[in-house]
């Protein structure tokens, strides 16, 4: 397999990789072994900033996941994210076409094969009831695929060890109690507190 050649001069980033030896540019790298590790546990860090049912997920799909490989998961919810621990709102989180060009129906595919791939036009979200719709459709799905809702995932991951944490700065904004919190979250911390508990950590932002 032919590779593309590295202009010369061209500097890879190191992205924070200590672990790491030159290579001829004009060859294939077989070197390379990873980031380095820092001498402990391996671990993740995920900042949660949106509210969407679509958005929540990934988060703690990806967080559940890591638990799974033995690694230290630590996530921060800030801005729309505190939503998806607020127990005022976890059970209602809502999914919607407006602004998601993404959209796809698979259903549509047995009408005419091709039409799952098509994106939903964006004027059918401002549709009264469609982001209901949307929403039933998205749980529905969820449930199909034995996903656990929001609440059931957050039980999930705090009794699978996760370190789930409050943005103070928002938690302030929105006027929140710490009895409204899901009773996995071990606190409200800021960001600059989040930064220091990250350290080390591979960070994924949502």
Known sequence: MSTTPIPEGFIIPDFGATTRSAAP?????TDYIGPASTGGPRKMAFICS??????????????????????EVHIFFTF???????????????????GN????????????????????PQALGN???????????MNQQMEDLEIPTIPDFLDLLQAS???MYACRLTFDMMKLLE????????????????????????????
């Open 179 to 206: 009895a409204d919190l899901h009773e996995g979250v071990e606190g409200v911390i800021s960001a600059a507190d989040f930064i220091e508990i990250a350290e080390g950590a591979q960070v994924v932002f949502v």
């Open 25 to 29: 540019t004009s060859e294939a790298r």
């Open 50 to 71: 949106k509210g969407n049912l679509d958005m929540a997920y990934p988060a703690l799909i990806m967080g559940n996941a890591a638990l799974g490989e033995g690694v």
């Open 127 to 137: 549709i009264p009831g469609m982001t209901s719709f949307a929403t039933r459709m």
């Open 80 to 98: 729309w994210g505190l939503d998806i621990i607020n127990t005022k709102t976890y059970d209602s989180l809502k999914f919607t076409l407006s």
């Open 161 to 163: 060890g996760a370190h």
């Open 101 to 120: 060009t993404a959209m796809h129906m698979p259903a549509l595919g047995r009408i005419k094969p091709g039409l799952e791939h098509v994106s939903m």
